[in-house]
């Protein structure tokens, strides 16, 4: 069995994120630029289903300017057999994303897409969705158990009431929730192996994707600075602010 | 933000003062490139904050336990050596063809200074390992190495220096251990050594003790000293682990800080039947330690660069989150306190940090790149600066990171003097620096007695050419005038007074000369150390992609270094220049 992965490129999550002073977008000059954290979940369950001898090949495929390589290499030293890039200098919309997705999962037949459920950048939480919808498959979403069985995959789901179990036939997708796995670090040797392994670069253009966008980002606005904390005498004095100030109860 | 050491700080001392990626110009780091070496130090990173951070309190506060049969460390520390084991970091410096990955020495450094910052306790029984697997590796025979190196490598076994004994600390020429050869081609060892990091534990299947001792009629000093391989148990030519080496853990000491690793007592020979094996010549033992040492003391010196560094970026956060006081200027009750780095003399307390620990840690890495050009490079006159630096690549971060630490304490008050937060431990454990790995007094005689004239005086030529060169750049930019002026100006003295030291030491006045030896290696530090802190501002102006706040920072750094550091160091050189008896002068009895 074939899986592709689909990783992106995101500021790391250890970075105190600036807003540009226009408000244009988030100021990406300079920062640390890391695989995110959901997108390498997925890449550990696809390399943790090779390991156990349920999938032959795992592909990772990343969608961005030259630079996403990095995280493609990232993802190869954890495991993955090769990589696709599609090199765009304008980032895509969710949408584009999924249509180009969808043109590599025609291209590669793979029984199992692993996505992570949303980028830490952008938090749309839709790809994945979109690409199912497309792509004309089952999809278990936020998923924190993954069994492949057969020809079928068991999915365990975090929804808001508990677990969910769904059973999808395959070819299917799958998004990662955070409990998935804890994903492993690249050992040296891997690092090393991971620069010889295969890289195909391919453009929206040659796949016949137009990734002009529907959306636009009007402004962007950093989060208002969390007020400092009170110390409260007792409980009747927290009940209080909590009904009067905070207006929560 | 990371809590280990400010990424962009490690990123700009990397890429643009050390010019990493043009190590992979060198055969040895040509299968490198800029992104393998950011995901190497990636996973450091992220074992250091994953498996050595969380436990750093934990295992100072529960102290390994020995119950007169085994020694037991807290759990985390066997999983933190998996981890570190396992992502191939305890062989990386080596050959691809002994199971290494060729990482340069500039990388390693800076993944251990992750690693440092996190946990040194913890760290440190990587860190023997790896020490002591470099001496067997250079020194020790095939059947040796295939016995014992390839286990340290893969984490099975780890790897100690047995040196220091009870009565023989300093002075080595002394030690007492004796060896004794057996009809196997082996020897019987007997003897006991004290503070023996990591010399028993419950991490690793087996232990590796590199013991300096004495072959049966060995002449008297150095010259009759050898290394031995004492295993804690024998190993057979599977590989496997069989009896129980006479070594014996005679108890535990306790420390003021660095409390996660054990330190033993070792009795070897209680029973007569303690077996080593000779590594290399016989009497040849403290110079093959001394490749050892020489690492491992620049590995000091990075331990408490990062020790530091993690202090300075605990207060900073600390001060910037803590209201207290008011601006001179208001006496208004009614508006809301500021944060105290809005303190003039809080912000003091973090500058002088700041330029102890980046300080250092450049020192640290600059040692690293001349590993490396000396190494992989070829380059011998990039050796001989590394054998005059080493000194005080230890002894400078020893000496300043406890100081930034001490700093630390005090931005946080009475929080800084509680074991609700780190720095208090961060102090105590940087304390030991200055003592083990040779003292800051045996560093200095070191240096003033032996480094300086090593080569004829080579080493502190090339010093001052590479000076000359910063000096050159960094007078175009106008922001670094008065910095520039005020090191130029320092510089002449400092190279007259050591011209007359070495004139003195040739005259025979050495008691007199080296009296002084532990001030003249501070002077020498901070002249270093200001020289590269010129360096930083210099190069931090010349590259336009840096944040203006990270700019300016060395910049002020540098100016604060230059105008506060030096002059010490020059009021110091004039004492030295009287040829100051007051240390040589005082009689015992008057103490
Ligand atoms: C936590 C810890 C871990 C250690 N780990 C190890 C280890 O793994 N392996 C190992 O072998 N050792 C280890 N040591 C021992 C350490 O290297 C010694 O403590 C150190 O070398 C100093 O020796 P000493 O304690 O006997 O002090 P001494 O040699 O007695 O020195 C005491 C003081 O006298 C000064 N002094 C001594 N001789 C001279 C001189 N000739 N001129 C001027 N001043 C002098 C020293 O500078 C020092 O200030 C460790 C020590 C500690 C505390």
Same mark, same amino acid.
């Given at each position: 069995?074939?899986?592709?992965?689909?990783?992106?490129?995101?500021?790391?999550?250890?970075?105190?994120?600036?807003?540009?002073?226009?408000?244009?977008?988030? %100021?990406?000059?300079?920062?640390?630029?890391?695989?995110?954290?959901?997108?390498?979940?997925?890449?550990?369950?696809?390399?943790?289903?090779?390991?156990?001898?349920?999938?032959?090949?795992?592909?990772?495929?990343?969608?961005?300017?030259?630079?996403?390589?990095?995280?493609?290499?990232?993802? *190869?030293?954890?495991?993955?057999?090769?990589?696709?890039?599609?090199?765009? %200098?304008? @980032?895509?919309?969710?949408?584009?994303?999924?249509?180009?997705?969808?043109?590599?999962?025609?291209?590669?037949?793979?029984?199992?897409?692993?996505?992570?459920?949303?980028?830490?950048?952008?938090?749309?939480?839709?790809?994945?969705?979109?690409?199912?919808?497309?792509?004309?498959?089952?999809?278990?979403?936020?998923?924190?158990?993954?069994?492949?069985?057969?020809?079928?995959?068991?999915?365990?789901?975090?929804?808001?009431?508990?677990?969910?179990?769904?059973?999808?036939?395959?070819?299917?997708?799958?998004?990662?929730?955070?409990? *998935?796995?804890?994903?492993?670090?690249?050992?040296?040797?891997?690092?090393?192996?991971?620069?010889?392994?295969?890289?195909?670069?391919?453009?929206?253009?040659?796949?016949?994707?137009?990734?002009?966008?529907?959306?636009?980002?009007?402004?962007?606005?950093?989060?208002?600075?969390?007020?400092?904390?009170?110390?409260?005498?007792?409980?009747?004095?927290?009940?209080?602010?909590?009904?009067?100030?905070?207006?929560?109860? | 933000?990371?809590?280990?050491?400010?990424?962009?700080?490690?990123?700009?001392?990397?890429?643009?003062?050390?010019?990493?990626?043009?190590?992979?110009?060198?055969?040895?780091?040509?299968?490198?490139?800029?992104?393998?070496?950011?995901?190497? *130090?990636?996973?450091?990173?992220?074992?250091?904050?994953?498996?050595?951070?969380?436990?750093?309190?934990?295992?100072?506060?529960?102290?390994?336990?020995?119950?007169?049969?085994?020694?037991?460390?807290?759990?985390?520390?066997?999983?933190?050596?998996?981890?570190?084991?396992?992502?191939?970091?305890?062989?990386?410096?080596?050959?691809?063809?002994?199971?290494?990955?060729?990482?340069?020495?500039?990388?390693?450094?800076?993944?251990?200074?992750?690693?440092?910052?996190?946990?040194?306790?913890?760290?440190?029984?990587?860190?023997?390992?790896?020490?002591?697997?470099?001496?067997?590796?250079?020194?020790?025979?095939? @059947?040796?190495?295939?016995?014992?190196?390839?286990?340290?490598?893969?984490?099975?076994?780890?790897?100690?220096?047995?040196?220091?004994?009870?009565?023989?600390?300093?002075?080595?020429? %002394?030690?007492?251990?004796?060896?004794?050869?057996?009809?196997?081609?082996?020897?019987?060892?007997?003897?006991?050594?004290?503070?023996?990091?990591?010399?028993?534990?419950?991490?690793?299947?087996?232990?590796?003790?590199?013991?300096?001792?004495?072959?049966?009629?060995?002449?008297?000093?150095?010259?009759?000293?050898?290394?031995?391989?004492?295993?804690?148990?024998?190993?057979?030519?599977?590989?496997?682990?069989?009896?129980?080496?006479?070594?014996?853990?005679?108890?535990?000491?306790?420390?003021?800080?660095?409390?996660?690793?054990?330190?033993?007592?070792?009795?070897?020979?209680?029973?007569?039947?303690?077996?080593?094996?000779?590594?290399? $010549?016989?009497?040849?033992?403290?110079?093959?330690?001394?490749?050892?040492?020489?690492?491992?003391?620049?590995?000091?010196?990075?331990?408490?660069?990062?020790?530091?560094?993690?202090?300075?970026?605990?207060?900073?956060?600390?001060?910037?989150?803590?209201?207290?006081?008011?601006?001179?200027?208001?006496?208004?009750?009614?508006?809301?306190?500021?944060?105290?780095?809005?303190?003039?003399?809080?912000?003091?307390?973090?500058?002088?940090?700041?330029?102890?620990?980046?300080?250092?840690?450049?020192?640290?890495?600059?040692?690293?790149?001349?590993?490396?050009?000396? $190494?992989?490079?070829?380059?011998?006159?990039?050796?001989?600066?590394?054998?005059?630096?080493?000194?005080?690549?230890?002894?400078?971060?020893?000496?300043?990171?406890?100081?930034?630490?001490?700093?630390?304490?005090?931005?946080?008050?009475?929080?800084?003097?509680?074991?609700?937060?780190?720095?208090?431990?961060?102090?105590?454990?940087?304390?030991?620096?200055?003592?083990?790995?040779?003292?800051?007094?045996?560093?200095?005689?070191?240096?003033?007695?032996?480094?300086?004239?090593?080569?004829?005086?080579?080493?502190?030529?090339?010093?001052? $050419?590479?000076?000359?060169?910063?000096?050159?750049?960094?007078?175009?930019?106008?922001?670094?005038?008065?910095?520039?002026?005020?090191?130029?100006?320092?510089?002449?003295?400092?190279?007259?007074?050591?011209?007359?030291?070495?004139?003195?030491?040739?005259?025979?006045?050495?008691?007199?000369?080296?009296?002084?030896?532990?001030?003249?290696?501070?002077?020498?530090?901070?002249?270093?150390?200001?020289?590269?802190?010129?360096?930083?501002?210099?190069?931090?102006?010349?590259?336009? %992609?840096?944040?203006?706040?990270?700019?300016?920072?060395?910049?002020?750094?540098?100016?604060?270094?230059?105008?506060? $550091?030096?002059?010490?160091?020059?009021?110091?050189?004039?004492?030295?220049?009287?040829?100051?008896?007051?240390?040589?002068?005082?009689?015992?009895?008057?103490?």
């Amino acid at each position: 069995m074939k899986i592709l992965v689909a990783v992106k490129r995101v500021i790391d999550y250890n970075v105190k994120v600036r807003v540009k002073a226009d408000q244009s977008d988030v %100021d990406l000059s300079n920062v640390k630029m890391a695989l995110n954290p959901f997108c390498e979940i997925a890449v550990e369950e696809a390399v943790r289903l090779k390991e156990k001898g349920v999938a032959e090949e795992v592909v990772v495929v990343s969608i961005g300017p030259k630079a996403c390589q990095e995280q493609i290499r990232t993802a *190869l030293a954890l495991g993955a057999d090769r990589g696709i890039h599609v090199e765009s %200098d304008v @980032a895509p919309d969710s949408l584009a994303v999924a249509k180009i997705l969808n043109k590599i999962v025609a291209e590669e037949a793979p029984q199992l897409v692993i996505l992570g459920k949303q980028s830490i950048d952008s938090d749309n939480n839709q790809t994945g969705q979109m690409l199912a919808a497309l792509a004309d498959m089952p999809q278990g979403t936020f998923a924190s158990e993954v069994v492949v069985d057969g020809d079928k995959v068991q999915v365990t789901r975090e929804v808001d009431g508990g677990l969910q179990t769904v059973e999808l036939t395959l070819p299917a997708i799958v998004t990662t929730d955070l409990r *998935l796995n804890e994903p492993r670090y690249a050992s040296l040797p891997n690092i090393m192996k991971a620069k010889r392994k295969p890289l195909g670069v391919k453009t929206p253009d040659e796949l016949g994707v137009s990734i002009d966008s529907k959306v636009s980002v009007l402004k962007v606005e950093a989060p208002a600075e969390r007020s400092a904390g009170v110390k409260v005498a007792d409980i009747a004095e927290l009940v209080e602010k909590l009904k009067n100030e905070a207006k929560v109860l | 933000m990371s809590k280990l050491v400010q990424q962009q700080d490690l990123e700009f001392l990397l890429n643009t003062v050390f010019s990493a990626e043009a190590l992979t110009q060198y055969e040895r780091y040509a299968d490198y490139d800029q992104e393998a070496f950011t995901s190497v *130090l990636d996973t450091a990173r992220r074992i250091a904050e994953t498996h050595f951070l969380p436990h750093n309190a934990k295992a100072d506060a529960h102290e390994p336990q020995f119950d007169g049969e085994h020694v037991t460390t807290i759990p985390e520390v066997k999983t933190a050596w998996q981890h570190y084991a396992e992502s191939g970091l305890l062989s990386a410096r080596h050959g691809y063809a002994d199971g290494g990955m060729q990482l340069p020495a500039l990388i390693s450094m800076a993944c251990n200074a992750y690693f440092m910052a996190a946990n040194p306790a913890t760290a440190a029984y990587p860190f023997l390992t790896s020490a002591a697997a470099n001496v067997i590796h250079a020194f020790a025979a095939e @059947a040796q190495k295939h016995a014992f190196l390839e286990p340290m490598f893969s984490g099975r076994f780890a790897g100690t220096m047995a040196l220091t004994e009870p009565d023989v600390g300093s002075s080595l020429g %002394d030690l007492t251990t004796k060896a004794t050869p057996h009809d196997d081609g082996s020897y019987r060892l007997k003897g006991q050594k004290m503070y023996i990091s990591g010399g028993d534990q419950d991490i690793t299947e087996n232990i590796v003790h590199l013991v300096l001792a004495r072959i049966e009629g060995a002449p008297a000093g150095v010259k009759g000293i050898s290394m031995f391989i004492v295993p804690k148990f024998l190993v057979d030519e599977q590989g496997q682990c069989t009896e129980r080496n006479d070594v014996k853990l005679a108890g535990l000491l306790h420390k003021m800080g660095y409390r996660g690793t054990t330190s033993t007592v070792l009795s070897f020979g209680e029973q007569g039947a303690c077996v080593g094996y000779l590594v290399g $010549e016989a009497g040849h033992g403290l110079s093959y330690m001394f490749k050892m040492m020489n690492e491992a003391r620049v590995g000091v010196g990075l331990g408490a660069a990062m020790i530091g560094y993690r202090g300075y970026l605990e207060s900073l956060a600390y001060a910037k989150d803590r209201p207290q006081g008011r601006r001179a200027t208001n006496r208004d009750p009614a508006t809301k306190p500021v944060a105290i780095i809005e303190h003039a003399d809080v912000r003091r307390m973090l500058l002088q940090q700041k330029a102890y620990v980046e300080g250092s840690l450049a020192l640290c890495l600059l040692a690293a790149r001349l590993v490396d050009e000396h $190494e992989a490079g070829g380059n011998a006159e990039s050796g001989i600066l590394l054998d005059l630096l080493t000194p005080v690549v230890k002894s400078y971060p020893s000496f300043y990171g406890p100081r930034a630490n001490d700093l630390a304490i005090q931005v946080l008050g009475g929080a800084g003097y509680i074991r609700e937060y780190p720095v208090e431990q961060c102090y105590r454990d940087n304390r030991l620096n200055p003592i083990h790995e040779g003292t800051h007094g045996i560093q200095g005689l070191d240096l003033l007695g032996r480094k300086l004239w090593q080569h004829e005086g080579k080493g502190l030529k090339l010093l001052l $050419e590479r000076i000359q060169v910063t000096l050159n750049a960094a007078t175009k930019h106008s922001e670094l005038r008065e910095t520039v002026a005020l090191y130029q100006s320092a510089l002449k003295p400092f190279m007259t007074t050591t011209v007359e030291l070495g004139q003195s030491l040739l005259s025979g006045k050495a008691e007199e000369t080296l009296a002084n030896a532990s001030v003249y290696l501070d002077i020498m530090g901070k002249y270093v150390v200001g020289w590269l802190w010129l360096e930083m501002a210099s190069k931090a102006l010349e590259q336009d %992609d840096l944040a203006a706040e990270f700019v300016q920072g060395k910049l002020q750094a540098a100016r604060y270094f230059m105008r506060w $550091e030096l002059p010490e160091a020059e009021l110091h050189l004039k004492r030295l220049q009287a040829g100051d008896d007051t240390f040589l002068a005082t009689k015992p009895e008057w103490l």
